[in-house]
């Protein structure tokens, strides 16, 4: 069977191995292809005889394959015809292929080495039988055998170390196919998968003589080759598959649903709540609430950023309601809940746009990385998608990524952009735009901004002058000052808030990565402390992945209450 025919079947069925590393794949299809069609009865050991050539594929230009081709061939060739020596013939090839696999050899070196192997498996056999030594099962394959030496090369003297080899070739012959021993060997079977990333360790390695695994002797638990079945499936093009591998399927899953915004939501606040919940479950466990269990709350409630002001109002109505009786989880869960919606509730608004102004200005600003440039691009999308015309201000001119982020976003949602170069004054370009947006008539202009630390005084001093050059074109300018939070920040946000509220008059938050892991109980710290606005909460790096804040859906998430 030519190899190059089987390569290519082998390389439809492992797209993945196909693309990496086309030549890893190539060998095993040698293995796949040939054993079924050549020696149906006992594919099993032939296999580990593909990975041999992987070696050759890997270091050896194609002309050359030709030659390795060749070795394989013949050395299938007597395998198919010795099929009444089951076992006994077919073994010895596993160790001789093992070890060609665990290193690069030349072709004259690995022809050698295959021929050595038929060598192996056949001729000692013969010699074992000429001792007499060989038991009746033995002798009449060996007869069969011999009939088809007669047409067969001549074969090279017989090294008597082979001979005690032979002896145990002898004891292991003597088990039909389908006993124990070869039950071992189906039970060994590695899925073809595994053979492969055998493979590319091979690859990837440097080959030393030391890393040629020893040759197994027989009887010694052979190495793991891939099951029939897996063989065959992987042997198909896509598009086809075997009736076997159809019967061992399992029934395949209904395809993931998309979560909701809630849904997601919930599940990045999952961390925050089910650690607040479950510490608060065993606070109560067997207490009625006394003065030390309400101190333990309020100190848990703390912990998970909720804020002091927070903590205290749930305990003194947790107080209120129950003081000396039992108390269950739920029961706080349920209070927790109402609190943070009050809190929630009054910061809870729509952003609010002035259209007379023409454009409306909304400044973005916040921290490196807390999602400026994507919630720029989500809010963009609303606003065009509802028919409004909106401009987008490249001002985080310090990173050329930004610029480029930006314009990706301009262009898919239908909005103009003014951008400027790498290192260009921020306020100029702010400046710039804002003139455009007006020439252009534009409903909404969003200038983003570098990300900044709080504490780089230089920075916020850039900042400062952005909102001081917007002013001048229009005194209201900027009309809107967004702030970005990183859900997963925590405390530190509290201060972001702090700073960038002095410095850029920042008049509205949006919380970004609430469906990440999440330190959400931040924002109840933020809304009882700076009340201001929370305009809308990110979910998801995706273009709708934005949704309108919502107090109540916000504090039963973090509280742990069934929806
Ligand atoms: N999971 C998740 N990722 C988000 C969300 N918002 C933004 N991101 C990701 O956060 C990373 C930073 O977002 P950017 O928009 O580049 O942040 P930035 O504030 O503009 O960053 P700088 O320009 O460095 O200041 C990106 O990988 C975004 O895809 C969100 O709501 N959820």
Do not use: C
Request: net charge negative; aromatic share 4%; charged share 25%.
């Amino acid at each position: 069977m030519a190899i190059g025919f089987i390569k290519k079947i082998f390389s439809f069925g492992k797209g993945t191995v196909e693309e990496t590393k086309p030549q890893d794949a190539a060998p095993e299809a040698d293995v796949a292809a040939a054993v079924p069609a050549e020696v149906p009865p006992a594919p099993e050991p032939v296999i580990p005889e593909a990975i041999a050539p992987v070696d050759v594929e890997i270091d050896e230009p194609v002309a050359e394959q030709s030659a390795a081709e060749e070795a394989s061939e013949e050395l299938l060739e007597p395998l198919s015809d010795i099929e009444a020596l089951p076992l006994a013939v077919e073994d010895p090839i596993l160790p001789a292929e093992i070890e060609t696999a665990g290193g690069p050899a030349s072709d004259e070196a690995r022809n050698d080495e295959n021929t050595s192997v038929s060598e192996d498996a056949v001729v000692p056999v013969d010699a074992a039988a000429e001792q007499g030594e060989l038991s009746p099962t033995t002798q009449e394959a060996l007869e069969a055998y011999a009939a088809l030496q007669e047409t067969a090369p001549e074969e090279p003297p017989v090294e008597p170390e082979d001979l005690a080899e032979q002896e145990e070739i002898a004891a292991v012959e003597d088990q039909p196919i389908g006993d124990d021993a070869s039950d071992e060997l189906a039970a060994d079977a590695a899925p073809v998968e595994d053979v492969v990333e055998q493979d590319d360790s091979v690859f990837e390695a440097p080959v030393s003589e030391a890393a040629v695994p020893e040759e197994p002797v027989l009887g010694t638990p052979l190495p793991e080759a891939p099951a029939p079945e897996a063989v065959i499936a992987a042997s198909l093009p896509k598009g086809f598959a075997s009736a076997a591998e159809r019967a061992q399927e399992e029934p395949v899953a209904a395809p993931q649903p998309k979560l909701t915004w809630y849904q997601r939501l919930r599940r990045g606040l999952a961390r925050t709540s089910s650690q607040l919940t479950g510490q608060i479950a065993s606070l109560f466990t067997k207490r009625k609430l006394d003065e030390a269990t309400l101190q333990d709350l309020e100190d848990l409630l703390i912990q998970a950023d909720l804020g002091v002001e927070t903590a205290m109002r749930i305990t003194d109505t947790l107080a209120s309601e129950r003081y000396g009786k039992d108390v269950s989880g739920e029961d706080v869960s349920r209070i927790m809940a109402g609190e943070i919606t009050k809190v929630l509730s009054p910061v809870a608004k729509p952003l609010e746009l002035d259209l007379s102004h023409k454009p409306h200005v909304i400044l973005v600003v916040g921290v490196n990385g807390t999602g400026k440039t994507t919630t720029i691009g989500k809010l963009a999308a609303k606003l065009s998608g509802a028919g409004l015309k909106v401009m987008l201000a490249a001002g985080d001119t310090f990173r050329a990524a930004a610029i480029e982020q930006l314009k990706i976003w301009a262009d898919r949602t239908k909005s103009d952009i003014v951008s400027s170069k790498l290192g260009a004054d921020a306020a100029g370009l702010a400046y710039e735009a804002f003139q455009q947006a007006r020439e252009k008539k534009a409903d909404v202009l969003i200038i983003d901004t570098a990300g900044r630390l709080q504490n780089k005084a230089e920075l916020m001093a850039e900042l400062e002058k952005i909102v001081r050059v917007l002013g001048k074109l229009d005194p209201d300018a900027p009309h809107t000052v967004l702030q970005t939070l990183d859900a997963t920040t925590g405390q530190n946000a509290l201060q972001q808030v702090e700073i960038f509220r002095n410095v850029a008059g920042v008049s509205g938050l949006i919380m970004t990565k609430l469906d990440g892991t999440a330190r959400g109980g931040i924002l109840v710290a933020i809304s009882a402390k700076h009340k201001l606005p929370v305009y809308f909460i990110g979910v998801g790096e995706g273009i709708d992945d934005l949704e309108p804040f919502e107090a109540k859906d916000f504090a039963e998430a973090i509280a742990g209450v069934a929806a």
